[in-house]
Each structure stands twice: as structure tokens, then as C-alpha cells.
């Protein structure tokens, strides 16, 4: 994987952390600073942050972005997608 889309995911990460943990309103307006600096020149990738903040306010789409995408985001046929309840340990 190519380090942006690997950055991506971990901030992708990291914001559905801290939303969960109680900082939603703060990870809410992260999202949308990083899909603001992604949307002109990486709508893709942008396009991630989208999801994120689908989780953040709990209006998730039927089909996340990287279940529509999978080769680009990592994931393999029937790999548990953690915002789907396949966190380990949760």
C-alpha cells in the first residue's frame, strides 16, 4: 500500500477512536479538514473521511467506501471490517 492511503487509513482510524471515546464534535471537524485538503486533488481519498464522519454522526451508508473498494484499502474477500463490530477484543 502506498504511504497517503496508509496515512489516510490510520487518521481514518484514529478519528473513529477519539469520536467513540467522547470527542465526536472534535473528530467531526477533523474529518472534515482532511477531506477538505483531499477533495480537490485525491477524491478518493477523500472520499474516506466521508465514511468517517457517516460513523462520527451515525448515519452510516449501506456499502462503506472501502467495502466498494477493496483492493485500494487492504482488505481482502470476507476480512471483518472494524466499524462493522470486527474490532478485536470489542
Partial sequence: MEPLPRLVRLLDRALRDLGDAGGRERA????????????????????????????????????????????RWGKGPGEADARQGGRAGG
Fill in 28 to 71: 467531526c471537524r477533523l474529518a472534515a479538514q482532511a477531506w477538505g485538503a483531499l477533495e480537490r486533488t485525491d477524491p478518493d481519498l477523500a472520499e474516506r473521511f466521508t465514511g468517517t464522519l457517516h460513523h462520527l454522526t451515525g448515519t452510516h451508508p449501506a456499502l462503506s467506501f472501502a467495502e466498494r473498494q477493496p483492493e
